[in-house]
């Protein structure tokens, strides 16, 4: 038999020999992984005439370092609905989006990002993400800027004539009218630019078009016939001809800055504008003309407005309408959700990023983790200059209002991007024709608004004009090719797979 002291003796090797084992598996699991993205090449394709490619650079380049990837920066003058050649990550304007959506161009988000908190997925506003960057359901691109429409007006006037902002566009017809009793010496300010008056009207339309037993708006879901001659529309132009004796004859060249202006120059009293941190009519992505990349005449530097003095704007939503039409019925009917149908018309311009679906898995991983980080909280406002940043997220709408204090005092910007924030929070937001095409649609509709509102035409005869040329376009596009791509921008499956 052996003694109890032998057999610890002898078990003492085994366990050191245990002991150690479990010292090298520890340090295994220890051992750091090489960089997933080390050896990749991200190619970026940026859009010309904003300095892009400067912006870029430097947190581009610590990317690189934090990742062991590499990066080559490029920039296009026209992206023609299509993807830069080699490119793995785009910046594109809106008009843009319907196409490159249409071809199957664009990579959907990964799964495993849209709840990453980096991503910052989430933290956009739902009805851009919903509604606007999503194709079938699935988010295909991610939003820099997507301007809205909003109603600025003179709190203080109202407020010394015993009236209230309006909640719906008949209240507000009603105060454009009445004017001279309220704002004696003032005007108002619409944009029926040619350039404009097919989305300025159709941001009108859209609170009485959308009805929440229908999908369709613009065209059919189910047949892809324009929808455009149908009763609301033909009802807000009637009410849009109704207002035009009470605007000043300078509406008619109007655009949305020209409107702002106005506004903040002490000459309206109540208007509708689009704040876009830019001024002379230009748009994200209308670009203007630089000496070179690295003096875009898009800088950060906007014009401050001279002031009326003692007077200060408030902003809000567009107003609403109160009734919707049901297709389904062939009925007006009182909105469920109270006074007012407030739906926000979204899309006749903004900026966006998207991946392109051609590229492989491999290199899509790196493209979406850098877009990440350079349009960050922290990145964001180094990497995009004031024409091409919006407020697109939830975790913008308390710092952003410092954008915009060269159009606007603080309390107006912070006026103003409240009313932003909550016109894309909203879920009951409609993309303006998401569609291929969508420039032949918009002109054929501005012709026939502008005839209406010039007295050229009545409001029905001359959207059913529209209607029409609208028919004449969708059979060189393909009827069911447009459908099916409206079915998608709605979350719909395309009825032709």
Not at 273 to 293: M, N
Not at 397 to 418: I, K
């Amino acid at each position: 038999m052996f003694s109890r002291t032998a057999v610890v003796l002898c078990l003492l090797p085994a366990l050191a020999l245990l002991a150690g084992c479990r010292e090298e598996k520890t340090a295994e699991v220890e051992t750091p992984v090489e960089n997933p993205f080390a050896g990749r090449q991200v190619s970026v394709s940026l859009p010309a005439g904003y300095g892009l490619r400067t912006r870029w650079q430097l947190p581009v380049d610590e990317w690189s370092t934090q990742t062991a990837a590499t990066v080559s920066l490029s920039q296009y003058e026209s992206a023609a609905d299509q993807f830069q050649d080699g490119a793995t990550l785009q910046l594109f304007s809106l008009r843009e989006l319907p196409g490159l959506a249409a071809a199957g161009s664009l990579a959907p988000v990964p799964e495993s990002l849209r709840n990453d908190p980096r991503m910052l997925w989430l933290d956009v506003f739902p009805g851009l993400r919903e509604q606007l960057c999503s194709r079938e359901g699935e988010p295909v691109a991610v939003p820099l800027s997507v301007p809205v429409l909003l109603l600025a007006y003179r709190a203080d006037l109202l407020q010394q004539a015993g009236l209230q902002p309006p909640e719906t566009w008949q209240d507000y017809d009603r105060l454009v009218a009445t004017l001279p009793e309220w704002a004696p010496g003032l005007t108002v300010a619409e944009p029926w630019a040619e350039s404009f008056s097919a989305s300025l009207f159709l941001a009108r339309a859209v609170c009485a078009a959308r009805h929440p037993a229908n999908y369709s708006v613009f065209f059919d879901i189910r047949s892809g016939e324009p929808l455009i001659n149908g009763a609301p529309f033909v009802r807000t132009l009637e009410q849009c001809r109704q207002l035009q004796e009470f605007l000043p004859a300078e509406s008619s060249s109007w655009t949305p800055d020209d409107c702002l202006r106005e506004l903040t120059e002490g000459r309206a009293a109540i208007g509708i504008v689009a704040i876009t941190s830019s001024t002379g009519g230009e748009l994200p992505l209308e670009r203007q003309a630089a000496a070179d990349d690295s003096t875009p005449a898009a800088q950060n530097h906007v014009d401050v407005p001279a002031r009326g003095r003692g007077m200060a704007l408030t902003f809000t939503r567009l107003p609403g309408s109160a009734s919707v039409y049901n297709a389904s019925t062939d009925k007006w009917e009182a909105p469920a959700s109270g006074n007012s149908s407030r739906t926000t018309l979204a899309g006749f311009a903004g900026v966006f990023a998207g991946v392109p679906s051609s590229a492989s898995e491999e290199l899509q991983q790196p493209a979406w983790n850098l877009l990440m980080t350079v349009t960050g909280q922290e990145q964001l406002t180094a990497a995009l200059p004031m024409p091409l940043r919006g407020v697109t997220r939830d975790s913008q709408a308390d710092t952003a209002a410092t954008w915009f204090t060269g159009l606007l005092n603080s309390g107006e910007a912070e006026s103003a991007v409240r009313a932003m924030a909550s016109s894309l929070r909203s879920t009951d937001l409609v993309a303006e024709l998401p569609v291929p095409g969508r420039e032949g649609f918009l002109k054929a509709l501005a012709a026939g608004v502008r005839s209406a509102l010039t007295g050229q035409a009545e409001p029905q005869a001359a959207l059913s004009d529209v209607a029409a040329q609208w028919s004449a376009h969708l059979e060189e596009l393909g009827q069911a090719r447009v459908r099916d791509s409206y079915r998608r921008a709605l979350g719909l499956s395309p009825l032709d797979r």
